[in-house]
T-cell receptor, first 113, second 116 residues
């Protein structure tokens, strides 16, 4: 079975500090994508960053970066210089070759001023 | 680009009534997905279409749920009859697939359904 696990239901970070959200997944496929989505209170699902499994280089989008460890099936998200607007639920997701997007349980991030 | 459009944004209905949720995917996208989000079960894929054809409906909870995609720019998710346990946020998402690994999906704003 293909699963995505986020072991941190809640995280907190001080404004301007750095925080890392953890994610592990399980699959036997070799070609796939991984994503982090952000869901603020408006409930809109917003794509934060994506990683192609065949790329060894970690993806980066401004203050957001990932640590992708394919052998360990680990895909953590690092948020640098945290801002109040970063407060949201963050979902790690894996998409299989059949097109099915499988989500983790989510991590609720709060940012303290 | 207007993004994925869903209607209505909120729906309140009584148990036993028929509910129809609507979705317009991003123009040019050929894959469409329906998800349900609840506190208990998180985000679940209900069904998805490629080129208007249903590919995987294994997530549809029961026969009361049905989905159609009559053309590339419109899809519906229908619940008949509705039950209180169907209360959830329903998301529609679309993506562009040209074979091989699937790429990111773009989500609509969701429909919050409350069944009394």
């Amino acid at each position: 079975a293909q699963t995505v696990t986020q072991s941190q239901p809640e995280m907190s970070v001080q404004e301007a500090e750095t925080v890392t959200l953890s994610c592990t997944y399980d699959t036997s496929e070799s070609d796939y994508y991984l994503f982090w989505y952000k869901q603020p209170p408006s409930r809109q699902m917003i794509l934060v960053i994506r990683q192609e499994a065949y790329k060894q280089q970690n993806a980066t989008e401004n203050r957001f970066s990932v640590n992708f460890q394919k052998a360990a099936k680990s895909f953590s998200l690092k948020i640098s210089d945290s801002q109040l607007g970063d407060a949201a639920m963050y979902f790690c997701a894996f998409i299989n070759q059949g097109g099915k997007l499988i989500f983790g349980q989510g991590t609720e991030l709060s940012v303290k001023p | 680009d207007a993004g994925v459009i869903q209607s209505p944004r909120h729906e309140v209905t009584e148990m036993g009534q028929e509910v129809t949720l609507r979705c317009k995917p991003i123009s040019g996208h050929n894959s469409l997905f329906w998800y349900r989000q609840t506190m208990m079960r998180g985000l679940e894929l209900l069904i998805y279409f490629n080129n208007n054809v249903p590919i995987d409906d294994s997530g549809m909870p029961e026969d009361r749920f049905s989905a159609k995609m009559p053309n590339a720019s419109f899809s519906t998710l229908k619940i008949q009859p509705s039950e209180p346990r169907d209360s959830a946020v329903y998301f529609c998402a679309s993506s562009s697939w040209t074979g091989g690994a699937h790429n990111e999906q773009f989500f609509g704003p969701g429909t919050r359904l409350t069944v009394l």
